[in-house]
């Protein structure tokens, strides 16, 4: 997970939405339990967007609103 983060931002392009994304894909990829504590442990479960309604949320609340529409798309898709 950090080597790919950590690659991504040294590319020295766009590197905040770059490592981002990199991260995010790596996270995703690799799981949870990947993803080093230094990275998660300053967070605090807390995230600020520019996203209207989602100023000032917990990440923890975002990750269940994903798990859900994730759940909802399976069960759509084995229904057809």
């Known amino acids: ?16 939405s770059i490592g ?5 894909w790596a996270g995703a990829f690799l799981g949870y339990e990947a993803i080093p504590a230094r990275f998660i442990d300053p967070l ?13 949320t917990s990440i923890s609340n975002l990750v269940d609103r994903t798990s ?11 229904s057809e």
Do not use: E, N, P, W
């Open 1 to 16: 997970y950090a080597a790919t983060a950590g690659l991504a931002v040294m590319a020295c392009l766009d590197t905040d």
């Open 20 to 24: 981002a994304t990199a991260g995010a």
């Open 44 to 56: 605090r479960d807390h995230v600020r967007s520019a996203v209207f309604g989602f100023g000032d």
């Open 68 to 78: 859900r529409v994730i759940d909802s798309l399976k069960s759509q898709t084995s």
